[in-house]
T-cell receptor, first 112, second 114 residues
Framework: GENVEQHPSTLSVQEGDSAVIKCTYS??????FPWYKQELGKRPQLIID?????GEKKDQRIAVTLNKTAKHFSLHITETQPEDSAVYFC???????????FGKGTHLIIQP | DTEVTQTPKHLVMGMTNKKSLKCEQH?????MYWYKQKAKKPPELMFV???????INESVPSRFSPECPNSSLLNLHLHALQPEDSALYLC?????????????FGQGTRLTVV
């Protein structure tokens, strides 16, 4: 089955700086890579996703890059704000109704 | 309506009880999922239903029994649970067509087994 590794487990950055979270996956059949933000006690919320036919996708301060050859993808958050503090999960799926395999999560802390 | 609704939000049950978790969506999604999330851990896939048929069971113990009565509803029947089954149970749904796999999560049911 799929295995997703995520680093770092904790990331502390100054407000206004950028944050980068990296994931690798093992199954070459995976073709869908979402990122979820989860605040304490709440549901995971999709913040951005990328499909394997695209190398990069951007939505305002958030961007995701995908390197299919190396089987890794990354989340980039620029101009970080206090409300960005949360746990971020990457995930991978082979599509259809395959379900998601999640990385272990990154606790992002934005220091004022 | 882009909501996945789960009930109840909180549940405390004894090890000999039988209870059910419910999930509902009206987005026309034909794939529905149960995930289990322990504190400070990622969600772990338990079951997948595709077009009301069980398509994936991730070796979940039989004390968890899923049911999909129709394309909008998903249940998880619980019986003889153990304290280590205490967790947040998340339901999700997605379209079951090719590239369209964005999953929408419900708010979850926080289950405590005593």
């Amino acid at each position: 089955g799929e295995n997703v590794e995520q680093h770092p487990s904790t990331l502390s950055v100054q407000e206004g700086d950028s944050a980068v979270i990296k994931c690798t996956y093992s199954d070459s059949a995976s073709n869908y890579f979402p990122w979820y933000k989860q605040e304490l006690g709440k549901r995971p919320q999709l913040i951005i996703d990328i499909r394997s036919n695209v190398g990069e996708k951007k939505d305002q301060r958030i961007a995701v890059t995908l390197n299919k050859t190396a089987k890794h993808f990354s989340l980039h958050i620029t101009e970080t704000q206090p409300e960005d503090s949360a746990v971020y999960f990457c995930a991978a799926s082979a599509g259809g109704a395959d379900g998601l395999t999640f990385g272990k999560g990154t606790h992002l802390i934005i220091q004022p | 309506d882009t909501e996945v609704t789960q009930t109840p939000k909180h549940l405390v049950m004894g090890m000999t009880n039988k209870k059910s978790l419910k999930c509902e969506q009206h987005m026309g999604h034909r794939a529905m999922y149960w995930y289990k999330q322990k504190a400070k851990k990622p969600p772990e896939l338990m079951f997948v239903y595709s077009y009301e048929k069980l398509s994936i069971n991730e070796s979940v113990p039989s004390r968890f029994s899923p049911e999909c009565p129709n394309s909008s509803l998903l249940n998880l029947h619980l019986h003889a649970l153990q304290p280590e089954d205490s967790a947040l149970y998340l339901c999700a749904s997605s379209q079951d067509r090719g590239w369209n796999t964005e999953a929408f999560f419900g708010q979850g049911t926080r289950l405590t087994v005593v």
